[in-house]
């Protein structure tokens, strides 16, 4: 009997790590290659807006010459097919995921390709450069920036995760490095609330021990084999 219905899935940059896009930490990841506090925070948008919008171009150009891998299109099966709630929380602001065909997907730290105008407050699909400061298509102000969460700020739709954590009797941890709160303290939540926890990564994540059980290796192995098992009804 499978008792897990509703569940929570949390990833991070590992599971893109096999399409190509740089994880963040550890050798030649990201914030090795740049300083957090040159691209990634307000202070530094407000210092030197160039650096930041030519920064998030970069990788605004970069994701979408990227695939999804087989991690992604389980999770979308999974995510098709799991008659229970199910909620993919990633951190990860590329939309690797979607394009996978997955749809119950939350992006807490916003997404690459949308603009948010600082001027009206409206997001646009956004697949171009914002270098050259283009018109909010709502206000028509030069006002855009990345609708992505920089240090210092909140991360988004925080309620809503924390309304299906409060319901999932499952919490997946997938290729993140367990670095960044509050979603590295999602799997102490989930256990206060009695899920089971468990986590899928290359190597051990900061919170390792908190989990249930954890299984090491590339998540393009690691996630479709899971997901074969919830499918089959063998998860305990
Ligand atoms: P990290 O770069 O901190 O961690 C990536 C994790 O993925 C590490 O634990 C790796 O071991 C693991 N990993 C790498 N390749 C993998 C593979 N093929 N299969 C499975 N796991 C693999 O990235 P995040 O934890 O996502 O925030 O980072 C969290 C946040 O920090 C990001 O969302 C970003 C960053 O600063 C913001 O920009 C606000």
Known sequence: MNAIRNIVILTGAGISAESGIDTFRGGGGLWEQHRVEDVATPEAFARDPELVLRFYDMRRAAIQEKQPNPAHFALAKLDREWPGDLLIVTQNVDDLHERAGGRRVLHM?????????????????WTGPLIDRPACPGCGEAALRPDVVWFGEMPYRMEEIYAAMRDAHLFVSIGTSGAVYPAAGFVRDARSLRARTLELNLERSHGSGW???????????LVPAWVEEMLAGNAN
């Open 211 to 221: 989990f249930d059980e954890t299984r090491l290796g590339p998540a393009s192995e």
């Open 109 to 125: 730290h916003g997404e690459h390709l949308n603009a948010w105008c600082t001027a009206c407050d409206e997001r646009s699909r």
